[in-house]
């Protein structure tokens, strides 16, 4: 089986190629190169600038001496223009505060690349605020400090786009490309263009980046290393619509342009990717022969995540072709270089797919069990960092209606000690003033009812903004939802599939909760009533639960609660249920009854789930390390909660919450 397909373990319905060589084609493009040389003498280097006068000028030579071993040894550079920004020489030197771009780029260059970014957000943060790059006069330093700009968002794209953050990736380049254009770099602009076309092709916007590398081409005629880009980004467009001839004549083109270079890293893009389209043709001796190169080029490169994907790669040659042996050889010599979590994915898929080639079925089963428990971290952690963020912006929309709440009470409380001078002053003038004053009283109380009314409009407005984020966060997880949906269609593991179902509950869970926000006059408190009621028959539909199969009794209390509590009680409840749902009968059994309740009670929140199953001790449900019961322990914490389990004719979970809020 072709390596290009594994990231995924039912392969054939989906088409992984395209995708595998994108992620690394975009991981590589621009900015990468070679040499090697032996490790430089730092006081040496420094001396070189005791005969220069002028601070600026020894300053400026240090400077490009540090940055000149970007592609050589960056991690020597770091410390050189290090022992620069902290020496004496800096002070006061604003025109070289470039430093931090520099710095950045170095530690781009050693994998760093959250200490990158911090540096590069520096830089962009400083030249933002810089008025001689908003209004210089001087042509030079404008250019050079939009090309600066231009290139740290390049590469802070390329860290988002590792880090997976592909929206705020497709920003950066955008942004850069408008740099670069603004000061008419036509290479630069293509290639920052042909980035975003290698990221469109990434999110399956396959059309629109397939339109946008053509009309790059005229642009790019007499410029090879933007047409290398440019027939990169075509040949895996045509990959991933399948159209096998377009994608080898741009492969063909650009491998022809690319192995003219001095590139190390593209030509091992360029290798690799032609072995990829061979091995897809059948062309096993070719795809070997690339595959060998292109390991061969990644050994001469200081590009560290290059050489465990010629390893991998070839690997699943070696299982296609039932060189099971070999594959294993090979998975077990890249297991032991540094690995990040997507290529040591693709080793655990090696490993069983050559002990299930040999016959080695309990060692492939590990293996197996290895990649889906790697797999379901990776996916967790998108879920909770989604997660985090959609409750960053839930709390920020929180806060900003609290601070217009404070600055509508700071306007009435002035308009009413206003009103009380404007008193004290009529009873001084006494009669004579009244008429004046009633006068110049209607005024006042015209404009305050004017003013009234805008800020009745203004909070209406903030209520259908809090309304719209409910709705679009509702959206945000139906979305999640679907994807998590499509995904069970391709899964035939039961377990898999489980855990997919599992997981498109408890975003089922929080969905209901925002749509209810976002329909009802409350955006801030739900009725549980309502609420679950509408929770446990989205359940039974989930599991197929038939009328005739289960007697439901629901002892439910109307409670408006607000929706700070409300989402971690609805998350227990989605487990509770689901679990008695999966496991509390047999089969054959006789007819389940499902009992919830839940009411308010002496200043607590009571919950019981109870069924007539098999039941199940206390100390079982307490020592499972499943993840539903991590997430009840979790928020049994933060709702100081108690649980008691009673294992008698099935089972009653009984949880008694005393942190919890109701709606004011």
């Known amino acids: 089986m072709c390596i290009a397909y594994r990231i995924h373990l039912k392969p054939k319905k989906m088409n992984y190629q395209g995708l595998h060589r994108l992620f690394i084609s975009i991981c590589l493009w621009i900015g990468v190169v070679y040499l090697g040389m032996a490790q430089p003498n730092l006081d040496s280097l420094w001396a070189t600038a005791d005969t ?3 601070d600026s000028s020894k300053i400026l030579h240090l400077h490009e001496i540090g940055y000149s071993y970007r592609n050589t040894d960056p991690e020597f550079g770091i410390v050189f223009l290090e022992k620069l920004k902290n020496s004496a020489l800096f002070n006061n030197q604003d025109y070289f505060k470039s430093l931090d771009y520099h710095i950045g780029e170095l530690y781009y260059h050693t994998g760093d690349m959250k200490t990158a970014e911090q540096y590069l957000w520096a830089h962009h943060d400083l030249y933002q605020n810089l008025d001689e790059y908003k209004n210089s006069h001087k042509e030079r330093l404008r250019k050079k400090r939009r090309l600066e700009m231009g290139t740290a968002k390049l590469k802070l794209a390329t860290i988002y786009r590792h880090n997976e953050l592909n929206d705020k990736a497709l920003m950066m380049i ?5 740099h670069l254009w603004s000061i008419r770099d036509t290479m630069r602009y293509v290639l920052a263009t042909t980035q975003e076309c290698q990221l469109l092709n990434y999110l399956h916007r396959t059309d629109d980046a397939i339109s946008k590398a053509h009309s790059l081409i005229p642009l790019a005629k007499n410029i090879p290393t933007a047409l290398m880009g440019i027939y990169n980004s075509l040949s895996v467009s045509f990959d991933v619509l399948k159209n096998i001839d377009s994608s080898m004549y741009y492969s063909s083109k650009y491998h022809e342009l690319v192995m003219d270079t001095d590139n190390i890293p593209n030509q091992f893009i360029s290798s690799y990717n032609l072995a990829l389209a061979y091995q897809a043709h059948k062309q096993y001796d070719k795809a070997q022969t690339l595959f060998d190169q292109s390991i061969q080029l990644a050994k001469k490169s200081k590009v560290p995540w290059l050489l465990p994907y010629g390893y991998i790669s070839k690997a699943g040659l070696m299982t296609e072709t039932g060189r099971y042996s070999k594959g294993l050889q090979l998975a077990q010599k890249v297991d032991k270089m540094p690995l990040r979590k997507d290529q040591k994915l693709l080793v655990y898929q090696s490993y069983y797919e050559a002990h299930k080639g040999l016959g080695h079925y309990a060692d492939a089963l590990q293996y197996h069990e290895k990649w889906k428990t790697l797999n379901d971290s990776i996916a967790t952690e998108k879920l909770e960092s989604t997660a985090n963020e959609l409750q960053i912006k839930y709390e920020s929309a929180k806060k900003e209606k609290q601070i217009v709440q404070l600055s509508n009470d700071k306007m009435l409380q002035s308009h009413r000690i206003t009103m009380q001078r404007y008193g004290l002053l009529g009873l001084v003038i006494g009669l004579l003033a009244l008429g004046y004053f009633l006068i110049k009283l209607s005024k006042q109380r015209n404009k305050i009812r004017q003013q009234n009314n805008i800020i009745t409009k203004a909070l ?12 679009r966060v509702k959206n945000n997880l139906q979305v999640i939802s679907s994807l998590l949906n499509l995904q069970s269609n391709y899964i035939s593991n039961e377990k898999a599939l489980a855990a997919i179902t599992e997981g498109k509950n408890r975003v089922a869970s929080m969905a209901l909760i925002h749509q209810y926000l976002y329909q009802k006059d409350h955006i801030t408190s739900l009725d549980s009533k309502e609420y679950f009621d509408e929770l446990i028959d989205s359940l039974l539909d989930s599991y197929d639960i038939e009328e005739h199969q289960l007697q439901l009794k629901k002892e439910i209390e109307s409670i408006r609660i607000d929706v700070d509590t409300m989402v971690p009680i609805g998350l227990i409840v989605n487990e509770l249920v689901s679990n008695a749902l999966k496991h509390a009968w047999d089969e054959h059994g006789e007819k389940g009854v499902l009992t919830i309740q839940f009411k308010e009670i002496d200043d607590a929140l009571y919950l019981e789930v109870s069924d007539n199953g098999i039941g199940m001790t206390q100390e079982k449900f307490l020592s499972s ?13 933060k709702l100081d909660a108690s649980i008691e389990i ?17 709606a004011a």
């Open 174 to 178: 955008k942004e850069a490309a408008d």
């Open 460 to 471: 209406e407005d903030k209520d259908i903004l809090l309304k719209e984020i409910h709705h």
């Open 52 to 54: 220069i006068a002028e």
């Open 625 to 637: 390390n499943s993840f539903g019961n991590k997430l009840i322990m979790s928020f049994r914490q």
């Open 646 to 662: 009673i294992n008698q004719q099935g089972t009653s979970v009984r949880v008694s919450i005393h942190n919890y809020k109701k």
